[in-house]
């Protein structure tokens, strides 16, 4: 748990719900994490400024994209768990979603 998790006082027991498609997005962190490396050596051979900032508008939309990703399985599968459920956890659960999805539109 982060940080922010332990002060929310979240807590989940059980699959997640992105387990399901938990090796497309290890296969998307990876390729995000290959245009990572891609951009070092960009900065390292010097290549020009706009060619940099290109790709990191393209790694920065990848890693939008597996938020979002993970948002949604959150809402379909941990809030909604937890609003059938009711009680203080379907509130920590919904402030916790608030919470992500505020932090997202700052990003």
Do not use: W
């Not at 929310?8 to 998307?28: M, Q």
């Not at 994490?33 to 900032?53: F, H, N, P, T, W």
């Not at 790709?55 to 949604?72: F, N, P, R, W």
Request: proline fraction near 1%.
């Amino acid at each position: 748990m982060n940080e922010s998790t332990e002060a929310a006082g979240a807590t989940h027991t059980g699959p997640h719900g992105y387990i399901s498609n938990k090796d497309d997005y290890l296969k998307r962190l990876r390729r995000i994490e290959g245009q990572a490396r891609g951009l070092q050596g960009m900065v390292s051979d010097e290549k020009y400024c706009i060619d940099i900032l290109t790709q990191i508008s393209a790694m920065t939309s990848a890693l939008q994209s597996v938020a979002l990703g993970l948002l949604d399985e959150h809402l379909n599968h941990c809030v909604v768990n937890a609003v059938a459920a009711g009680g203080e956890e379907a509130d920590l659960k919904m402030r916790e979603a608030s919470a992500a999805i505020g932090r997202l539109v700052r990003s």
